[in-house]
């Protein structure tokens, strides 16, 4: 053979090798990739003949694939629309999927590896395959209870609720309002799902956002829960300890002042626990300024400010106690307000984490993965996020916030023969906004069942100065407390 014909044979040897290695590359490292890209319409069309598998609450079906006479043999069918929207999300053909028909999407669809041996089965038999089911940890009866009582202040108020189980983390109840059907967004007349995509996207109350863990709020006084515990944990406070009451606090190195909105407060010394009871922003600022931010920020970023990785089935923003503030920005942020700004989520956590002797617990909603015959694919096991207070410091402000319901400004979360502990919270924004509405709880005291944060960003029909945690949002802790001690 001469030169010439070897270097040829050679060359298309190489190109033939390279060949190989791509079709390969393509065919098995990139197969995950190009199954997964946006706008692959094999893999869209495929996924979208499927029966997806579905999202359970309570044995029940929240989430489904429904049989339908069309180019795809299977719609997907939400049942509960407006209840449990921010939880499930849409899937869609144009614009894919949200929130755990996102995240979960592997199981849903059945591509997960997990579901490998049904796949094969599947292939033999000559079925398509179908999706796992992912069941929630939500209490339908808590759920409800948060979305009427947030539907019951008007058509147009925005806010959020949030209820834990705080011995596990897991979300009982998580309700975003405004919300939105997502059956418009899985609709296969594609015309009708561009329209009602662009709707939602347009709209100035963004019902897509959800506000329980999708944005950040000033607290307000439900923030001195965390500057409670920050005193208490440095010892040289309890709750006792005298601390300053009195209309005005003069803030150093400004002529700035923090106020008193209630003269329960006195005009004196009070104790520690009666700053909790009526909301004193005098005593905790004073409180604020004495432990410095570094403790206040250590002691929030122990309940998971900072964080936004705790929750792993949804999307989380991390909730911001500031980095740098002076003496004046500190005795704001010791009373929730100045650049601190929480989730309803993250309020709760504080709230379980006192309830649960001090563990804060990472929340979750996806409790149990099954495959498409129902085999048991994986459970939840709950987990530790932090010891955000001794066990001890947990005890005092339990007691401390019983007396909030009992003596002070929580008097709308009382039920009957159980002990209920809560704070208020009523964050202020410019003259021009409404402040915000707060409102966190626990019961039983004694032996917690439930943990809740009520968030409300606006209403209609309410005066400003009738706006408070305790008015607006205190009847709807209590009836999501109700619904779970209840069940």
């Known amino acids: 053979m001469n030169r010439p014909i070897r270097v040829l044979a050679v060359a298309c040897g190489v190109l033939f090798l390279a060949l190989l290695l791509n079709i390969n590359y393509v065919q098995f490292l990139r197969a995950d990739d190009l199954n997964t890209t946006t706008g692959n319409r094999r893999v869209l069309d495929d996924q979208f003949s499927r029966e997806r598998g579905p999202i359970l609450v309570a044995g029940k079906p929240v989430a489904e ?18 209840l449990y929207a921010n939880l499930t999300g849409y899937y869609s053909y144009q614009y894919g999927g949200s929130d755990l028909e996102s995240t979960e999407n592997s199981i849903l669809s059945g591509s997960d590896p997990a579901l490998f041996v049904n796949r094969v089965v599947d292939l033999l038999g000559s079925d398509k395959p179908a999706g796992g089911s992912i069941s929630l940890t939500v ?15 008007g058509q147009n108020t925005r806010g959020a609720v949030v209820a834990l189980d705080p011995s596990t983390g897991a979300i009982l109840a998580m309700v975003s309002r405004p919300s939105y059907d997502p059956n418009r967004l899985a609709s296969h007349d594609f015309g009708s799902v561009s329209d009602a995509y662009k709707e939602l996207n347009d709209a100035e109350a963004d019902p897509l956002l959800d506000r329980s ?13 965390v500057t409670a515990a920050a005193a208490l944990e440095s010892g040289t406070y309890s709750p006792d300890t005298m601390v300053t009451g009195g209309p005005t606090l003069n803030l150093p190195l400004t002529d700035d002042v923090l106020t008193n909105d209630v003269e329960s407060c006195g005009s004196g010394q009070i104790t520690l626990t009666m700053a909790l009871a009526f909301s004193c922003n ?3 600022g004073e409180v604020g300024l004495d432990l410095g931010a570094d403790a206040l920020r250590e002691q929030a970023e122990a309940f998971g400010f900072g964080d936004d990785t705790y929750l792993e089935d949804l999307s ?60 048991l694919l994986e459970e939840h096991d709950p987990e530790e996020l932090s010891q955000a207070v001794s066990a001890g410091v947990a005890a005092q402000l339990t007691e401390m916030m019983v007396t909030v319901v009992n003596d002070g400004t929580a008097a709308e979360a009382q039920i009957p023969d159980i002990d209920v502990a809560a704070k208020t919270g009523t964050a202020e924004r410019t003259e021009d906004l409404p402040p915000y509405a707060w409102f966190v709880s626990f019961a039983p005291a004694d032996d917690p069942e ?17 706006i408070s945690g305790g008015g607006l949002a205190g009847p709807i802790a209590r009836s999501v407390m109700e619904a779970v001690i209840e069940r």
């Open 450 to 466: 439930v943990a809740v944060a009520v968030f409300i960003e606006s209403t209609q029909g309410v005066a400003r100065e009738e």
């Open 213 to 225: 863990r999708q944005n950040i709020y000033s607290p307000g006084s439900t923030f001195k829960l």
């Open 282 to 284: 005098v005593s905790f």
């Open 65 to 82: 694939s429904v049989p339908i006479d069309d180019d795809f043999d299977y719609q997907r069918r939400y049942g509960f629309p407006q």
């Open 139 to 153: 209490d339908p009866a808590a759920q409800q209870a948060a979305y009427d009582g947030l539907a019951a202040l």
């Open 316 to 375: 989380l923003v991390e909730s911001v106690f500031p980095a740098d503030p002076d003496e004046p920005q500190t005795a704001f942020s010791a009373i929730g307000q100045f650049d601190v700004s929480a989730t309803p989520l993250q309020m709760a956590m504080v709230t379980a984490g006192i309830a649960n002797g001090g563990t804060v617990m990472k929340p979750y909603v996806v409790d149990e993965i099954r495959s498409p015959d129902v085999e």
